[in-house]
Nanobody, 122 residues
């Protein structure tokens, strides 16, 4: 059984930074792509970023390119999302997810965390 637990969310002013973490249980963590998604109130869940098993490939939504960085530490079974220059429109619940394979499309994630709230004030 795979469990994903996010942490690091909170309230931050516009222009500030937060670092989200997602700790995964179950093996082998280093075999699968990992991703971050978010869902704002009244909106559909949207893709934010993804990373391949050893970090060699990453992908970002246009809305966060240049501001967010996804990374992972396979020894700690953890994936991170460093969020800089935050904007009020980044306010959402952020979810991490595990892909079905080493690289996947946005609809090929099969395990999800419970989410962590990020609120950016103007």
């Amino acid at each position: 059984q795979v469990q994903l637990v996010e942490s690091g969310g909170g309230l931050v002013q516009a222009g500030g930074s937060l670092r989200l973490s997602c700790a995964a249980s179950g093996r082998p963590f280093g075999t699968y792509a990992m991703g971050w998604f978010r869902q704002a109130p009244g909106k559909e869940r949207e893709f934010v970023a993804a990373i391949s098993p050893f970090g060699g490939s990453t992908s970002y939504a246009d809305a966060v390119k240049g501001r967010f960085t996804i990374s992972r530490d396979n020894a700690k079974n953890t994936v991170y999302l460093q969020m800089n220059s935050l904007k009020p429109e980044d306010t959402a619940v952020y979810y991490c997810a595990r892909g079905r394979r080493s690289w996947v499309t946005e609809d090929e994630y099969d395990y999800w965390g419970q989410g962590t709230q990020v609120t950016v004030s103007s």
